[in-house]
């Protein structure tokens, strides 16, 4: 319950910020305005290395955060993927029945199927080479085509092969210690420099383009930190 509370407050508060802004400010059309509200209700865990070397990610607050995390970034992905949708003109009845269909198919194989494949193949397998990695990153990537396949953003699967798979591996194990380095040495800052490539830096030139980020910034860190107190106070959590 804390974690779909955290994921609707985080999501909701966000989401109309954008729409508010977009609409309201700078007077676009409204699937940009959507656009805007789905980019602006997503967000990724940038301090989870910082969470994870401080021995806090097995804490009530981590695991909530992660797992509210997860649920906006799907809602947010669900929004993106009926925009798109409807710019290439498949938002029809169709498009609906395979979107619902492939989600739940794609729910159901991540949390139900691939724990159990996975606690036997860990079972049987020695954590001191280096199979058990590589089995780590081809589920991550298997989830993660999987869910582009259903219309959902690839980093959505990664996310939810992560959080099936986190309870299988102990926190001080060599798997461990692999996970760790690969994600917080490679893949992390691979995507982040991705991420980097696709800007336009000609596009920080203009007027409007500084504006509409500044108060995209700005009513973000908002709406997120009022989602966040509003959740302390409805849960009794410490706001802080």
């Not at 305005?33 to 209700?41: K, R």
């Not at 021995?55 to 695991?63: E, K, P």
């Not at 959902?152 to 102990?170: C, H, Q, S, V």
């Not at 800007?199 to 007027?207: F, G, H, Q, S």
């Amino acid at each position: 319950r804390q974690v779909l509370l955290f994921g609707v407050l985080t999501f909701s508060l966000t989401f109309a910020a954008g729409l508010i802004i977009a609409r309201g400010l700078f007077r676009l059309d409204w699937p940009a305005t959507i656009l805007m509200g789905s980019v602006m209700s997503s967000h990724t865990l940038l301090a989870w290395p910082i969470i994870s070397r401080l021995g806090l990610s097995r804490h009530s607050f981590a695991t909530t955060t992660v797992g509210g995390t997860i649920f906006h970034n799907f809602l947010a992905m669900l929004v993106l993927a009926v925009i798109v949708g409807q710019a290439n003109g498949t938002a029809d009845s169709g498009f609906w029945i395979k979107l619902a269909v492939l989600t739940c198919a794609f729910a159901f194989l991540v949390f139900r199927i691939v724990p159990v494949v996975s606690r036997f193949f860990l079972r049987k397998t020695s954590a001191d080479d280096g199979g058990q990695a590589i089995y780590v990153l081809a589920i991550v990537f298997l989830c993660s085509f999987l869910s582009q396949t259903a219309g959902i953003e690839a980093i959505l699967g990664a996310f939810t092969a992560g959080l099936a798979l986190n309870r299988l591996i102990p926190e001080r194990s060599p798997l461990m210690n692999r996970v760790q380095f690969l994600g917080n040495s490679l893949l992390v800052p691979l995507f982040l420099l991705s991420v980097g490539l696709m800007a336009d830096l000609k596009r920080l030139a203009d007027e409007r383009t500084l504006l509409i980020a500044a108060a995209m910034t700005g009513s973000l860190l908002v709406a997120k930190f009022i989602g966040a107190h509003v959740f302390a106070r409805l849960t009794g959590r410490p706001a802080r």
